[in-house]
């Protein structure tokens, strides 16, 4: 199981507009609602009209994290196209991805990991800086596609040290499956072993 808790400035909005009433991420609800449980609860990340289901951690490290992705079980696709990730799909009581359009205000997307809290090596901080790309939309650094060449959407360099969004096959994906595809983290068990669980937490500095 791999567990990553990233403090990153340029996912998620640090800070709320004062005139702000809605939570725009976990911490905001942590705090305005004076919530100390973990538990699914409703955001408004990009827009106070519209709230949106999340996952919020409030046991991890003593801090209030907004779960943006979470594989468990394989039972969400995820070789999905460019505007499946930027809305956001999948069941937050299994997996889902929480949606590019509502990780960030920026008009692009780029990735910058300040700190993982994670004990099973940096397999991330290699694609700091990159765009995301999906099969629909390349925008990785390779003459060819990391996204459709390895079954995912994710911030793809050339291509990967880790694959969170790729086939879910828990355990040796060497078994009838090219290596790299499955959801693997290099730097702990290689480029052959799936997870059988991975999740994204962010938090605002």
């Known amino acids: 199981v791999v567990v990553l808790l990233f403090v990153a400035p340029l996912l998620f909005k640090a800070t ?12 905001d609800v942590f705090n305005q609602n004076r919530a100390n449980q973990s538990g699914v609860y409703t955001i408004y990340p990009s827009d106070q009209r519209f709230g949106i289901p999340v996952y919020c951690d409030a046991d991890t490290a003593g801090k209030k ?8 079980d394989g039972s969400e696709n995820f070789f999905r196209p460019w505007d499946h ?3 956001g799909f999948g069941d937050i009581n299994a997996e889902y991805w929480l949606g590019k359009e509502n990780l960030t205000t920026h008009k692009q997307q780029e990735l910058t990991l300040t700190r993982c809290l994670c004990s099973a090596g940096d397999s991330f901080s290699f694609n700091n800086g990159m765009k995301f790309s999906t099969f629909d939309k ?11 060449a390895y079954m995912g959407g994710f911030w793809y360099r050339y ?3 880790t694959n969170p969004t790729g ?3 828990w355990g040796n994906a060497a078994y009838g499956a ?3 595809t499955g959801v693997i983290w290099r730097t702990w068990k ?16």
């Open 159 to 161: 291509c990967h040290q």
């Open 65 to 72: 994290w907004t779960v943006i992705l979470k594989r468990s």
């Open 190 to 205: 290689g480029n052959v072993y799936s997870l059988k669980s991975i999740t994204f937490k962010i938090r605002p500095v």
């Open 16 to 27: 709320a507009n004062p005139m702000t009433v809605n939570p725009v991420d976990c911490h």
């Open 138 to 148: 390349d925008q990785d650094v390779w003459n060819n596609n990391c996204a459709r």
């Open 85 to 87: 990730y930027a809305a």
């Open 167 to 169: 086939v879910y096959l």
């Open 178 to 180: 090219p290596s790299l």
